[in-house]
């Protein structure tokens, strides 16, 4: 009867959710906040969005037109990443933005780098701007025409036009290192104040942009609607004054339309208020019924299906247990070590009396064969920095993982550490030895032998503690585990430690998503790792002005003979250094700038000497920290 009751709560939702779901993308996305900004900006509306939210609010705008916040309060537009614009104002009756180029803001002699990137973003030039044409470094160059002085490099010099006015019969391209375009407002410039004069003031000011409506939206903003982007179903969708959600546009005229939403919502609940009937109808003629609760039976078939595919394929690498022998093992469940989006961890024996951790996964939608297929090859894998799968088990839904017990637990509780008796802080050197321990897993993980195994969810509560404080990457393979609808794609609408999350991940401008979006969050870690011991966490920082990132690196700024901690020794210092530059290189903005982990490695064995100091990391991640993303926070 139970069973039934509850099968029947599964119809139940199952109904509800399927019907609701088509109409209505979900309740976040239909509200977008108002009235956001940054500290010091305009409101960020419509097509604009705040893109440090977490989950993002790309639904509320134009995919392209993403913004953040910087350090000082200001806002910033970084069409793609590492080219980066001050957001000076938005006017959203005009349709226009003011922006200034982030390389030459607030500079006395600025030296442009590039042209304002358009790309395909649905913006374009105001007829307020004028462009102004820069020839750096000039070998050769007629006489009598001003140089600008502050950019001369010796016998060379740099020169500025109005586009089109250069002076005529002479190869200004052929004769300079570069030529770069820069747009600026007209009324910035007076013919008889001289260009070389005016220029710097021009570019502080910025340009003004027009915003367009893109192809997508045009039918969906024709019909009153607001565009946005579904980050689940990844396509533009409409907003419709009357609060439905539409692919395109918002239908008809307003009262029909109302009309129909309504129509919908009395067909959700008429369909609700149906199922349950059928529920009741079907439990009060259950004996009769027997046909239908065989079929429910069928599905101990599919059981057979993965047994035959288990024959088939030979031998398992390791060894499958029966739930019995689960609950066995943890003593029926007694002990529970932690918990987390994919299930509950359990402290077990095996026959043989050695400590294991079971981990008994929540009931997924993947098929049993899949389970297979991703247990077999993480028992493939084997290195020691990785926890070691000792086996498995498969009884209709019930699935469960046997790994090797750490006995040190999670490398989170020492570095985030609660009670300084239980945890005391790790020396620097088992620091160092784990950092570079992670490093190795991980490379390892990247190099795969026929594919490589990208891990998403780095971060210090799935990196375990053996006995010896030997680190081991824990819950990689976990993301394939889950169904999919828990993959990376929805990690928005997920919950996860952000933090760790690299930009590309959660916002697509950045770039692709691949295994050195791994690089980042372990980059991340390691620079918690030696924040810890200062008692400074990615999260408090949040919560202040300061960036973390850009706290630690003033420290590595400022040069090799500043101390982190009172009393370290040399040979401390320069491990936290190495940690430090070796963190900042990992979370690099853009993914090509981030090194692979077997750079990581090097750096973290080589020599001091022979680090570069990163550019200093520009951007942000979201600002909320509970988040998991399908799994998370467990120990295991
Ligand atoms: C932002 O929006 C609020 C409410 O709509 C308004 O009161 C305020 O003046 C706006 N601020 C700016 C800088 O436009
Ligand atoms: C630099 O210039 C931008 C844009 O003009 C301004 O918003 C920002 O506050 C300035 N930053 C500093 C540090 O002065
Ligand atoms: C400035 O240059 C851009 C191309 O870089 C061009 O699209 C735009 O029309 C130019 N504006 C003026 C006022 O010449
Ligand atoms: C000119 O070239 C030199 C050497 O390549 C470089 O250091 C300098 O920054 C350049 N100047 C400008 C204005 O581009
Ligand atoms: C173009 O350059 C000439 C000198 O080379 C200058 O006299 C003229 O004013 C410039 N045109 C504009 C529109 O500034
Ligand atoms: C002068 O400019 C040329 C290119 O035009 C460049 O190769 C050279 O390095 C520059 N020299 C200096 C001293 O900046
Ligand atoms: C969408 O769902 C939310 C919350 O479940 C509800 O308030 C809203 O009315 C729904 N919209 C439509 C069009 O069904």
């Known amino acids: 009867m139970l069973k039934f009751a509850f099968l029947c709560a599964l119809f139940l939702l199952f109904t509800t959710r399927t019907t609701s779901g088509s109409h209505n993308i979900s309740s976040s996305e239909t509200t977008c906040p108002a009235n956001k900004r940054c500290k010091n900006g305009p409101n960020i509306s419509y097509p604009f969005w705040f893109s440090q939210g977490s ?9 392209e037109l ?40 607030n500079k006395t002699c600025p030296r442009a780098l590039h042209k304002f990137p358009f790309g395909n973003l649905p913006l374009s030039h105001s007829p307020l701007n004028l462009n102004l044409s820069f020839y750096y470094n000039c070998s050769q160059y007629p006489s009598g025409v001003p140089s600008i002085k502050c950019l001369s490099s010796g016998l060379n010099e740099s020169f500025v036009f109005l586009m089109g006015n250069e002076t005529k019969g002479f190869d200004w391209l052929r004769n300079c290192q570069e030529n770069v375009v820069v747009t600026v407002m007209k009324d910035q410039i007076t013919a008889d104040g001289g260009l070389v004069n005016q220029f710097a003031g021009a570019m502080d000011e910025g340009f003004v942009l027009e915003w367009q409506t893109t192809a997508s939206c045009a039918q969906c903003e ?4 607001v565009c946005g982007y579904s980050t689940t179903k990844k396509e533009t969708v409409c907003f419709c004054n009357d609060g439905s959600t539409r692919s395109n546009k918002c239908q008809g005229e307003e009262g029909s339309s109302t009309g129909l939403s309504r129509l919908i919502i009395g067909l959700i609940i008429a ?79 095996l026959s043989n009396k050695s400590p294991v951790a079971v981990k008994v996964l929540n009931a997924s939608k993947g098929n049993g064969e ?40 999670s490398l989170e509780k020492f570095i985030r550490s609660n009670n300084l008796e239980t945890d005391p802080p790790l020396s620097w050197k088992r620091l160092h030895h784990i950092a570079e321990g992670i490093a190795k897993g991980l490379e390892y993980l990247h190099r795969g032998c026929n594919t490589r195994i990208l891990h998403f969810d780095i971060k210090p509560s799935n990196i375990l503690l053996d006995k010896n404080f030997c680190p081991k990457i824990s819950d990689f393979g976990m993301a394939k585990l889950c169904s999919n609808t828990q993959s990376i794609i929805s990690m928005y609408g997920a919950r996860g430690t952000v933090g760790y999350i690299a930009p590309e991940v959660w916002n697509r401008n950045f770039g692709g998503v691949s295994y050195k979006s791994d690089v980042y969050s372990y980059g991340m870690m390691i620079l918690e790792m030696v924040g810890g011991r200062q008692n400074i966490s990615i999260q408090a920082s949040h919560s202040s002005e300061t960036y973390f990132p850009h706290w630690i690196y003033k420290h590595v700024e400022v040069g090799s003979n500043v101390a982190w901690q009172e009393g370290m020794t040399k040979e401390e210092n320069e491990i936290c250094r190495k940690m430090i530059i070796a963190g900042l290189w990992c979370i690099q903005t853009v993914p090509s700038d981030r090194p ?23 951007i942000f991640s979201p600002i909320k920290s509970e988040v998991d993303i399908c799994s998370t926070s467990s120990c295991y």
Request: proline share 7%; net charge positive; hydrophobic share 35%.
């Open 55 to 63: 989950p993002p609010d790309q639904y509320c705008g134009y995919p």
């Open 66 to 105: 993403g913004l953040i916040c910087y350090d000082n309060g200001n806002t910033i537009f970084a069409p793609p990443p590492g080219l980066n614009y001050y957001v000076k104002d938005i006017d959203y009756a005009s349709h226009s933005l003011k922006l200034v180029d982030f390389d030459t803001a």
């Open 596 to 618: 692979p982990m077997s750079r990581v490695v090097e750096m973290l064995e080589g020599s001091i000497d022979q680090l570069q100091i990163p550019p200093k990391p520009f």
């Open 370 to 409: 899949e389970f297979i297929n991703e247990v077999v090859s993480i028992s493939r894998t084997s290195h020691v920095n990785i926890v070691n799968l000792l086996g498995f088990c498969l009884e209709g839904k019930k699935k469960a993982l046997v790994y090797d017990f750490m006995s040190n637990g």
């Open 271 to 349: 369909g609700g208020i149906g199922a349950l009937l059928i529920c009741i109808l079907l439990y009060s003629f259950r004996r009769k019924l027997k046909p239908i609760v065989s079929e429910i039976r069928q599905a101990k078939e599919i059981d057979k299906d993965i047994e035959a595919f288990i024959r088939n394929n030979g031998p398992l690498p390791i060894k499958r247990y029966s739930y019995s022998e689960i609950k066995k093992m943890t003593n029926c469940f007694g002990s529970k070590l932690g918990q987390g989006g994919y299930g509950q961890v359990y402290k077990g024996n």
């Open 222 to 225: 024709a019909s009153n609607g």
